[in-house]
């Protein structure tokens, strides 16, 4: 998950619409990825699956720390 200090995180998380829909995607997605892992079998189908949760979980990733850099410059100055 994203390292920056969790007070940053928890008042992005509280104020930002945005941020919030993203961060509670990216721990879905976690989730998800998680079981899919867990099977000892991966039919073509379960890869594909697998390769889609870690794109949009990387362009999850991506957008918050879009989000985090514009609010430290904002707070910042």
């Given amino acids: 998950m994203i390292k920056y200090e969790s007070k940053l995180i928890q008042e992005l998380y509280s104020n930002?619409?945005?941020f919030k829909?993203?961060?509670d995607e990216h721990?879905?997605?976690e989730q998800d990825l998680e079981a899919l892992c867990s099977l000892k079998y991966f039919?073509?189908?379960v890869q594909v699956k697998?390769?889609?949760i870690k794109v949009r979980k990387l362009q999850g990733k991506d957008?918050?720390?879009?989000?985090?850099a514009s609010y430290k410059d904002k707070r910042d100055n």
């Fill in 16 to 18: 930002n619409e945005e």
């Fill in 21 to 23: 829909m993203l961060y």
């Fill in 27 to 29: 721990i879905q997605l």
């Fill in 43 to 45: 039919p073509p189908e």
């Fill in 50 to 52: 697998i390769k889609e």
């Fill in 63 to 68: 957008r918050m720390e879009q989000i985090i």
